[in-house]
């Protein structure tokens, strides 16, 4: 096969396991997300809710992003959320899938 061929024909396949997390796991999550360091004079927060409380959505839970405006507290969320995420799949506590959200707040939502 050669790199074209296999460019155009690869597939990504996922399948996630939509068992709900356990309230234990949730808080450790919770616990990383709030020890995360952030930039200077930021302040984003994220928090974990439960998929019933979210319309259409399809996931048991989504942690939403909520940071101020300007292209800083965006640079913020983003640097933010990086290191929670690489956190808890260094401790292989999930996968997350991501859904954006419009620009008004919550700015993003993460659905796991």
């Known amino acids: 096969m050669t ?22 796991v949730l ?7 709030d020890g995360v360091k952030q930039l200077p004079g930021q302040s984003a927060r994220f928090t974990i809710v439960n998929a019933d409380t979210l319309k259409g959505a399809s996931s048991p ?6 940071c101020g405006d300007g292209d800083d507290a965006l640079c913020n969320l ?13 401790k292989a506590w ?15 939502i993460i659905a796991f």
Do not use: M, N
């Open 3 to 24: 790199l074209y061929e296999t460019i155009f024909t690869r597939r990504s396949v996922r399948k996630y396991d939509l068992t709900a997390l356990d309230a234990a």
């Open 61 to 66: 839970h989504a942690i939403l992003a909520h």
């Open 78 to 90: 983003g640097y933010a959320d990086r290191r929670w995420i690489y956190t808890c799949k260094v």
């Open 27 to 33: 808080a450790d999550i919770q616990a990383v997300i």
């Open 94 to 108: 999930a996968a997350f899938g991501w859904v954006w959200q419009s620009p008004k707040t919550p700015r993003r």
